[in-house]
């Protein structure tokens, strides 16, 4: 339990080993440029802007984790620390080296993508205050836009027959930062075997049986996957550019 004594520690965690092949060939996802400058510097700018955020730890590819902390040192971050470690074959295993590297006195952790390069400050300061307010596990999202069908899946190309149709006003679609009390991450990270129905570090800890809280998410916190997410991130930051004065 934490020293009531003592403030409270926030750090974030950015896996960032993953070569996101839907955007195409080239270089990894995390460092693809947006604006001239890598996503991941992006992502970790984000982190750091929050004044409650005191370390970020990037989890890099498992062989190019010199590279990624030659390519942050190239960029300045404010206050935060950075640090970079190699991550694993999956992104459970990534995630859990990067919680590996917390010093002890950390009591809050974000988990955040690293193909999320524009989530706004006001979203992570959210996450990160719900959690100090004794939440266990945090998810930012927004409700859905379209109707889902539920199908019974197909090989590609073929047609899928439907099955259901969930309640829209039931449905989040969840982004990150996603925040923990660190006790209860590692725990469901020592307990859940990746791939037990759980496709984030939220549904870990619903693996637990622990509760997890939704907050209300940001439109610009969408995750680029795809070569159209790249034109309207580049649109947003072009804007913000414009009119924030953002570098």
Known sequence: MPDPSRPIRTAAVIPAAGRGVRLGPGAPKALRTLGGTP???HAVRAMAASRAVSLVVVVAP???????RALLDEHSFGRAELLVVPGGETRQESVRRGLDALPDGID?????DAARPLVPVDTVDAVIATVRSGAPAVVPALPLA??????EPRPRGEAE??????????????QTPQGFDRETLLMAHDTVVEGEGATDDAGLVERLGAPVVVVPGHEEAFKVTRPLDLVLAEAVLARRRATDGYV
């Open 39 to 41: 996503m991941l510097v």
């Open 146 to 151: 379209d109707t889902v069908k539920q199908v």
């Open 108 to 112: 809050v952790v974000l988990v955040h």
């Open 62 to 68: 498992p062989d190019g984790a010199p590279e990624v």
């Open 161 to 174: 027959p439907v099955t259901g149709t969930p309640e829209r006003a039931l449905l989040r679609a969840v």
